[in-house]
């Protein structure tokens, strides 16, 4: 026990030194590990001053100037460009105008009846997916109910219905009890049900 004691002390303290060793090396040579010894060359960087550091003020400004005075180029966002003119003096140019604000105002009347057919498109689109709604609902409900009672019962029942409903109601039952029910139904009756639809 002793021997091992005192071998992994030896390895230790070897490890410590030659770590040392390296790290000494390695800031007193150039390159140890290409065998290369000598001091390391310093380079003397000389300071900046802050005379170097500083713009000329008419640079900075014809910068700003430059910066206003260029059209916006960034495609992102949406510049309009509005002239300057003299206001109107004589009266063509005054009948200019008033042509021009007739043509804007028949434009917008122009716009708004497409709106409120858009309206009016858009509250049917909502019933209809409320009505939708309400009758998978009540599909969902009724298939229950007839998933609960008698399979003869049920199918004397849907055989009323119209193909269509039908057809919904058998859809949303468990598999296994919508084919017990087909299975009581006439071929034909079946076939009109289950048949795709157009």
């Given at each position: 026990?002793?021997?091992?004691?005192?071998?992994t002390a030896a390895f230790?303290?070897?490890?410590?030194?030659?770590?040392?060793?390296?790290?000494?090396?390695?800031?007193?040579?150039?390159?140890?590990?290409?065998?290369?010894?000598?001091?390391?060359?310093?380079?003397?960087?000389?300071?900046?001053?802050?005379?170097?550091?500083?713009?000329?003020?008419?640079?900075?400004?014809?910068?700003?100037?430059?910066?206003?005075?260029?059209?916006?180029?960034?495609?992102?966002?949406?510049?309009?460009?509005?002239?300057?003119?003299?206001?109107?003096?004589?009266?063509?140019?005054?009948?200019?105008?008033?042509?021009?604000?007739?043509?804007?105002?028949?434009?917008?009347?122009?716009?708004?009846?497409?709106?409120?057919?858009?309206?009016?498109?858009?509250?049917?689109?909502?019933?209809?997916?409320?009505?939708t709604k309400e009758y998978?609902?009540?599909?969902?409900?009724?298939?229950?109910?007839?998933?609960?009672?008698?399979?003869?019962?049920?199918?004397?029942?849907?055989?009323?219905?119209?193909?269509?409903?039908?057809?919904?109601?058998?859809?949303?039952?468990?598999?296994?009890?919508?084919?017990?029910?087909?299975?009581?139904?006439?071929?034909?009756?079946?076939?009109?049900?289950?048949?795709?639809?157009?």
């Amino acid at each position: 026990m002793k021997g091992k004691l005192i071998l992994t002390a030896a390895f230790l303290a070897a490890f410590v030194i030659t770590t040392i060793a390296i790290m000494y090396l390695n800031n007193t040579c150039d390159n140890i590990f290409a065998f290369d010894f000598t001091a390391p060359k310093t380079i003397k960087i000389k300071p900046k001053t802050l005379e170097q550091a500083k713009a000329p003020p008419n640079l900075i400004e014809k910068g700003i100037i430059n910066k206003l005075a260029a059209p916006n180029e960034d495609p992102k966002t949406d510049s309009v460009m509005v002239e300057i003119r003299n206001p109107p003096k004589g009266k063509e140019d005054l009948t200019a105008l008033a042509d021009s604000i007739k043509k804007i105002k028949a434009e917008v009347k122009k716009q708004q009846p497409v709106t409120t057919q858009n309206v009016s498109s858009e509250e049917s689109v909502k019933e209809k997916v409320i009505v939708t709604k309400e009758y998978k609902d009540w599909t969902k409900k009724t298939a229950g109910l007839y998933e609960a009672m008698d399979s003869k019962r049920a199918a004397k029942i849907i055989q009323n219905y119209s193909d269509n409903v039908a057809r919904d109601i058998i859809y949303a039952m468990k598999k296994k009890k919508a084919a017990d029910i087909l299975s009581q139904l006439n071929p034909e009756v079946v076939q009109r049900i289950i048949k795709v639809r157009q």
